[in-house]
Each structure stands twice: as C-alpha cells, then as structure tokens.
C-alpha cells in the first residue's frame, strides 16, 4: 500500500516528481524515495520518515533531470528501514524500481538469487524483483525482453515502475491487481498509483487495464499486452476533478475542509443520472439475493443503507464487513454491492472477485476513477466527491449513504412500496439536502467545537442510537476512535441495558443520536436509554432536534439541529459526529490528516 510515480520530460520536470508524491502522501507515509538518472547514473536518495522529514534530510529537491521514479511507502514486507524504503537497485546499480503490491512467490526467488551470489540490502520482495531484471538483461541484452522475462518469473498482485541507465528515455510499467494510470502531458508524461500523481501537471489520463505493460516516453508511450504481447489501444480520459478540492484550501487539515466540502459531494452525488441509480435498484430486485458490503466506514456505510432499503423499499438485505464476506455461500443469480472510496480496498476487492467466481452479480459504488474495483464489476456508479486526502472518510462516506438513499427510493417505487407521491417529495427533499448542509455545518460548527472541547479529554464514550441512527452511532465512534485515539463503542441503544449498564459512571460518557421526536417509536426508546445512563450517573451528551425539551432535558450538553426531513435526520448527525471527532482531535493535538497507524488506502491483507 503505497504511492508511485515515474516521468518521463523531454526537458527537465524541476521538482514535479517531488511534487507528484507529496500527492500521494496519504496511500503511505513511513518511509520515502526518488531515483532519478543524473550523467548516465542512476542517483538514489530515501529514507524513513514523510516527504517533507526526507527532503530535509536527503534533499530530494535537487534530485532533477528527465526521467525519474519516486515512492511513498506503507510497510508491508519488511519494517519501516532506510534499506527497506523504495526506489530499489539491482546490485550493479543499473536498474531501479518502485513497486506498490505485493510478489507473493519472492522467498523462493530470493533464495534462488541468494544461491546465485546476489547480495541483498533490504528485506523486500522489491528488491528481488529488481535484481531478476539485471539477471534477465545480462542474458537478452534487451531491456523490454528482460522485464517481460522477470514479470514472467513472479506471482502475486504488483504495479512497477522500472527505471534503467541502459534506456534513459524510457519508463517501463506494469499492473497487475494494483493500480496505475498514465499521465499525458505536452513534452512529458507521467505515471502513477492513481491521478493526484499528475493532477496538477495534465487532465489527461489513461487507466491501466489488468496484464498491461507499457514503454513510456516524453513524448510517445505503447502500451501492450503482458500475455499476447499486443499493442492496446486505449481511450483518454479528461479528468474533471477541480484542483483545489484536492488542496487544503486554507483549511488546518484535510479532514475540516472535506466535511466542509460535503454540500458539493452532495450535490454531484445527485446529479448521477437517475438511470445509474435505477440499474442498482434493478439488479437487487431482479436477484435472488443481495448483500451489501465494505469494510470500516464502508461497512458502516453499508448498515447505514440496509436499514434505508428496509424501511423504504421493505426489502432486507444483509450488510457484511468484506473481511467477513466468506462466510457467506454465494450462488448464481446472487447479487453484491460493494461500496469503496479508494476502490483498491483489498478485503473488499477479494470478496468480490470469490462472489464473481461464484456467479454473483455485482456492482459498486467507488470515488476513484479507474480503481481496480470499479472495472471489475458489472455495474459502478461512480461518485464523484473529488480526491479526499485525509486518511479518515467523511466526504466520500457521506456521498455514499446520500446515493444509497437514491437506491432505496428507486427500489421502493419499482417494488411498489412508495406512491408516486411520496417519492417525488423526497425527490425534492433531496435536492434541498446540499443547502441543508452547508447551513448545518455553519451554523453548528461552533457549538459542537465547544462540547468537543469541554469532553476531549473524556477516555471511554459509548455512542447510543435506535433503528438507523443505531449504524449512524457506530460509524461516528469509528471516526472518534481514528482521530482522537480515544475509545468509542457504538451499539443499539436498547442493548445497552443487556451488559455495558455495568460500565456507566460519570466518567463514561454517553453521546445519543436521537431522532427528530415525530419519528416517536425510535424517540422514545432512545430516551429511555437515556434515562437508564443518567440514573445510573452516567454523563449524557445528546444529538437533538430543536424544540425536542424531553431530551434536552435528560442531556447535560446537546447540539440542537434545526428541523430537517426524517429522511435526512440520520446523516445530518452523521456530520455532527464528524465534526465532533474532529474538534475533539485538534484540541489533542492528533495527527488528525494521519492518524497513527493507518493508512488510507488498505491494499494488503
Ligand atoms: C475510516 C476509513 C476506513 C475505510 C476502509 C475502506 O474512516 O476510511 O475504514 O472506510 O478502509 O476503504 P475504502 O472505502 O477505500 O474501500
């Protein structure tokens, strides 16, 4: 789980490569490196640490020329070294490669270089990949031959750039199972693990397809087929996405800014054409059975619409965490809906590669365009919520519930469970949600900042909903837990009473999600949660309505939302929730863009 780029200028790219992995920051930030061909040599500078620790430390700044590589790394084979860290070199120096994925068959290739003679420096599959190369050139003395020759040689899921002093006007690149899409730019070209390696240099894009390799120069590239050898001819992509969504835009981090960005998420969320929608809709009622599926805030995504589906369409289809996919016997005529911001998401691309082989249809609901999800499923909407940079998801997720409560109005007019009637008005609700948003967010940012403030330093939340609010409950505790560190446990707030009651004291706090007060069943078996925590001296914090006294009077701080549809109550307090996580963090000073430990895109087991 990394971030490559290679480019390839006629002239010189200055500090772009630099630039393109600062892009690409947030797929993995342990460690870092540029190769670049400087006077027939390949010069190699990396270290541990973030783009910016390693400039300073290495000065990649003045690593410039014409054609180059770079790498920011996640660790996966080997902890995070300076002689782990990517670009890798062949033992004679000739050859470097950058490499994001995974060679599954490099200790038996290792020990076979190892018998050889071959010296290694790191602990990675990389550097084994690299010096197959050298061997394989030795014996063709032709640089295309050789790399066809070492791909040939290993197993696993790989995309690789491939640098050489013997051809300094070329890059070679490969994918397979991980992603990479060329750059095309006048005099120059780029590679890279996905578009922010070259957004800010060309719009124009070409996505790899699986087996794929290509020879890529500044002003020519040929891509071909790994198994026929074949040339492919592939259509360019223009990419739309606007600049300065993917910058800070004068925000403190990445995560402020995207929740403030979700009004625009929202709005192109709804303007996917109505016909995307239906087809999902269709091919869950045209199966024998459907699942829905991610993992982490995409599961929660998941939950979040199992109970839209249920109530709107009154069809129940399970939600299930893509790690936990197997456990289910998929069968022909079955039907899979993934939901994944980077689409790259290993758990859940496995998953449906065993549903595929399985007969199932699928489809997806994905951000990334040209990510290995999105072209292996037979139906994808594609979301359009821009780059979101911090490794947390707020934005994307948000477009994501938004788009599966399209889905569920959809299915519930095809199976006849909503009138006409009903339907358009939530179409109208609808379309008012962005303005909704946008005056949520301004209008409650600073109460929720305050109560943030005045409980970061509380150490165990239990975050409390009914019905939908119940999964809205446990995707706002993962968000806590990720960016404050703290610990946050969400459950129904009915089950409460089954167990944890043990744990309330008036250091635990409880955060209620509680619905607007005219959906009076779920209401009422909130407050009486409520109750339960308080009597116990629990310390009660409350998402409420406005003009909702009952509650408010059970709460000791609460955020009062002005009225909204039923229909949206869920994901306005999703937002807060976001919020919340947020302030909390910043006042606890956490890597709130980066939390410890994780890592946006999650492409390994
Ligand atoms: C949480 C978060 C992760 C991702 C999960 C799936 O804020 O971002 O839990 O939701 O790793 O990733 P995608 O959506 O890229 O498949």
Redesign the pocket.
């Known amino acids: 789980m990394c971030g490559i780029s290679g480019i390839v200028h006629s002239e010189n790219f200055g500090r772009n490569l630099l630039n393109s992995i600062r892009n690409l920051e947030y797929r993995g930030y342990d460690s870092c490196g540029v190769a670049v061909i400087q006077n027939g040599k390949i010069d190699l500078r990396k270290n541990i640490g973030g783009i910016d620790d390693v400039n300073l430390k290495e000065r990649l700044d003045q690593m410039q020329g014409k054609i180059g590589i770079a790498h920011t790394r996640w660790a996966t084979h080997g902890s995070v070294t300076q002689e782990n860290a990517h670009p890798h070199l062949s033992a004679n120096r000739k050859f470097a490669v950058v490499h994001n994925g995974i060679i599954s068959n490099y200790q038996q290739l290792r020990e076979r270089l190892l018998s050889e003679g071959v010296c290694f420096e790191s602990l990675t599959d990389t550097e084994v990949f690299v010096n197959l190369l050298e061997k394989s050139f030795a014996e063709s003395n032709d640089l295309e031959q050789a790399f066809l020759t070492a791909l040939q040689q290993i197993e696993g899921s790989f995309s690789i750039v491939m640098l050489s002093s013997h051809d300094p006007e070329h890059l070679y690149c490969v994918k397979k199972e991980s992603p990479l899409l060329l750059g095309l730019g006048e005099g120059c070209n780029y590679v890279g693990s996905d578009i922010n390696a070259f957004l800010e240099y060309t719009r124009k894009a070409v996505v790899l397809d699986e087996g794929e390799y290509v020879i890529l120069g500044p002003n020519d590239y040929q891509i071909r087929s790994l198994k026929t050898g074949k040339k492919v001819n592939k259509s360019v992509l223009q990419i739309d996405w606007d600049l300065e969504t993917s910058k800070k835009g004068g925000y403190s981090h990445y995560m402020l800014k995207e929740i403030f960005d979700e009004p625009q998420t929202v709005r192109q969320a709804m303007q996917i054409p109505k016909e995307q929608i239906s087809a999902i809709a269709e091919m869950f009622d045209g199966s024998s059975r459907s699942y829905l599926m ?5 599961y929660y995504v998941a939950c979040i619409s199992q109970y839209y589906i249920s109530t709107i369409a009154d069809r129940y289809y399970s939600a299930l965490s893509s790690d936990e996919f197997s456990v289910v016997d998929i069968h022909k005529g079955d039907m899979v809906l993934a939901i ?3 689409g790259e ?1 290993y758990d ?1 691309k496995t998953a449906l590669v065993n549903a595929k082989d399985c007969g199932a249809q699928t489809a997806a609901i994905v951000n990334v365009m040209g990510s290995t999800i999105s072209m292996m499923v037979d139906h994808v909407i594609m979301q359009g919520s821009g780059p979101e940079i911090c ?3 707020t934005k994307a997720a948000l477009a994501q519930t938004f788009i599966m409560v399209r889905v569920a109005l959809e299915l519930g007019l095809i199976r006849g469970r909503i009138t006409k009637k009903v339907y358009q008005k939530y179409q109208r609700d609808l379309e008012e949600f962005p303005e909704i948003v946008e005056k949520i967010l301004n209008e409650q940012s600073g109460f929720v900042r305050n109560i943030a403030r005045d409980t970061s330093h509380v150490e165990h939340w239990l975050f409390l909903g009914c019905g939908v609010y119940y999964p809205v409950a446990m995707e706002s505790a ?2 806590m837990k ?1 960016v404050t560190y703290q610990h946050a446990e969400g459950m129904p707030a009915g089950f409460l009473k089954h167990g944890t009651l043990s744990m309330v004291e008036s250091a635990v706090h409880s955060l209620f999600f509680v619905p607007p007060p005219e959906q009076k069943e779920l209401h009422e078996r909130t407050l009486i949660a409520m109750e339960q925590v308080k009597s116990r001296g629990g310390t009660v914090i409350a998402l409420i309505f406005q003009g909702d006294d009952r509650a408010q009077g059970l709460a000791s701080q609460s955020v009062k939302i002005p009225p909204v549809s039923t229909l949206f109550a869920p994901l306005i307090q999703m937002i807060i929730a976001q919020m919340f996580a947020y302030y909390a963090a910043l006042d606890l000073g956490r890597n709130i863009d980066k939390p410890r430990n994780l890592a946006k ?2 492409t390994v087991g």
């Open positions: 991610g993992v982490g805030t995409t994944s911001q980077s998401t859940t490794v947390v998801s993962l968000k990720e895109s999650v």
